[in-house]
């Protein structure tokens, strides 16, 4: 549980991006949002957001929320694309 507070006026998404997760899971968000694990500085910057745990029961559900994104993966039926494009995002 993480209280983002302070972070949402510097979100670099923008402070809408970071509001449609507030109350929720942000599992779900970075699913979709993939450049937040593109490096550690996501993690790194909430670990001095952290206010408390979820319940195991409530972490289990988000668990399996995240399974069932896994298998409805909305990139899947992208097109190939030729070698020589570099996503930038």
Do not use: C
């Amino acid at each position: 549980v993480y209280d983002v507070t302070d972070f949402v006026a510097n979100h670099p998404g923008g402070s809408e991006k970071i509001m449609t997760a507030a109350g929720s899971a942000i599992e779900p968000f970075w699913h979709l949002y993939r450049q937040h694990y593109a490096s550690d500085l996501p993690m790194k910057l909430m670990e001095h957001m952290a206010i408390g745990r979820l319940s195991d029961d409530d972490q289990d559900k988000i668990n399996e929320q995240m399974e069932a994104l896994e298998e409805d993966d909305p990139y899947a039926r992208e097109p190939a694309r030729h070698k020589a494009l570099k996503v930038h995002s």
